[in-house]
């Protein structure tokens, strides 16, 4: 990053409706699937009932069509078909890791691509959803912080992620049966793909109130987690008016550090960031916050880091997850000894706090965090740009 480099929001949204295309239905919160419908004609006293089947097909049982939807008479659905589509982004390409990682190369409207990753576990399994197409912000250890930002994603295209997934999983429930929670293969959410999802928040909340409907994918709150880098004036928000878990991309432990690797705090510093994180788990109603850190060599991984971190944090429920740093072509950093990131967890466990190390997952294809970037995508910056901001030059 250079120290001018402009951290902004004015980014372009791509309209829900092409000029004169028909207007696609994922994507539409309930109240602007009932306004749709309205508009094409339903009758008000029917469209609340209608409302509710045409979102149970979509959103629980999967459906694409509107002929499949037989609770609705013959002329009506001719009538939709001709106004509206149900349409999911494209899958270009999908690639399986050893370790059973899938990464979905997902094409948008435009032409650009997006990267979304589902890892499977014991019992249970995530999918990492993509916000944008690149990043406006310059994190200097991110791979997507390379990319230019192209554009924000629609609430159709972020939910549409999830989607896709439960299609190549087989995971839409047969007619009229309830998912199952304990046998789901996608039970969780993490906005830790490409973007910074609080800096296109209105799709995203959009997105999530779809996931989270009881009457569709109907996902817990409890099982969706955004990160962020630290958007300060919308963390507040995302408490209210989405609910769900948080995690911040904390990293660095003093302002000048974290100056380095996470360029957002140049705007919002450490402590302005703690001060808003502190009322987020009564606000949201959830149990703590989840801080990462990425466990760059030499960087940010001393004892002292350890120690400064926890004084930090002080009175805020919290978990640490530690990430060690995914290397991609270019990386001006280098992962962490693996003593070295088993002595920082110890201090940190020591003091109270859970600190798992997260294990990475898809490395093979390029899947793992922060290694995300679509190739199509002109790259913003150089090698020598990066190692020269990074102060490795
Ligand atoms: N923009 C959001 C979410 C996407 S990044 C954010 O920054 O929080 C998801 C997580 O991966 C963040 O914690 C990010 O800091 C981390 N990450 C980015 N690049 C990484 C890399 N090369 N190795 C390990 N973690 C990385
Ligand atoms: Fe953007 Fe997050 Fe990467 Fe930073 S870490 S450049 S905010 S995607």
């Avoid at 694409?64 to 939807?69: A, E, G, L, N, V």
């Avoid at 990682?101 to 993509?130: D, F, N």
């Avoid at 003593?339 to 898809?362: E, M, N, V």
Wanted: aromatic letters at 6%.
């Amino acid at each position: 990053m250079t120290a001018s480099a402009p951290i902004t929001q004015d980014v372009l949204t791509f309209p829900r409706k092409l000029p004169d295309g028909p207007v696609n239905l994922i994507g539409l919160t309930r109240e602007g699937l009932r306004d749709a419908l309205i508009d094409a004609g339903t009758p008000e006293r029917q469209v609340k009932m209608r409302t509710g089947q045409i979102w149970q097909w979509i959103y629980q049982k999967g459906v694409r069509s509107f002929d499949q939807m037989t609770n609705l008479a013959k002329p009506y659905r001719a009538d939709l078909s001709e106004r509206f589509v149900i349409e999911v982004p494209e899958v270009v390409q999908r690639q399986v890791s050893e370790d059973g990682t899938r990464k979905y190369l997902v094409r948008i409207a435009g032409g650009h691509e997006v990267e979304t990753v589902y890892i499977p576990e014991q019992g249970r399994g995530t999918l990492c959803i993509s916000s944008q197409v690149g990043c406006t912000l310059t994190c200097s250890f991110c791979h997507t912080g390379t990319q230019k930002l192209v554009r924000n994603l629609t609430a159709g295209e972020i939910i549409g992620q999830v989607m896709i997934a439960r299609d190549d999983l087989g995971e839409w429930p047969e007619l009229g049966r309830a998912p199952n929670d304990e046998t789901r293969l996608l039970s969780n959410i993490v906005l830790m793909g490409m973007g910074e999802p609080l800096y296109n928040f209105e799709a995203v909340r959009d997105a999530m109130k779809i996931a989270m409907d009881g009457e569709g994918i109907s996902l817990s709150r409890r099982r969706i987690t955004l990160s962020t880098s630290g958007v300060v004036p919308e963390i507040a928000r995302t408490a209210e008016e989405i609910g769900c878990l948080l995690a911040v991309s904390f990293h660095g432990t003093t302002d000048a550090i974290r100056d380095k690797l996470v360029p957002i705090n140049k705007k919002w510093n450490i402590e302005a960031l703690l001060d808003v994180l502190r009322a987020y788990p009564k606000l949201s109603n959830s149990e703590r916050i989840t801080f990462e850190y990425v466990m760059l060599k030499d960087v940010n991984d001393s004892d002292e880091d350890a120690r400064r971190l926890i004084k930090l944090i002080s009175g805020i429920p919290a978990k640490i997850n530690l990430i060690p740093f995914n290397e991609w072509p270019g990386a001006p950093y280098q992962r962490s000894d693996w003593s070295r990131i088993q002595s920082f967890a110890d201090i940190i466990y020591k003091a109270g706090y859970a600190s798992p190390i997260r294990t990475p997952r898809g490395e093979d294809i390029m899947a793992a965090c922060g290694q995300l970037k679509s190739e199509t995508e002109r790259a913003r910056k150089s090698r020598v740009q990066i190692a020269a901001e990074a102060g490795l030059d």
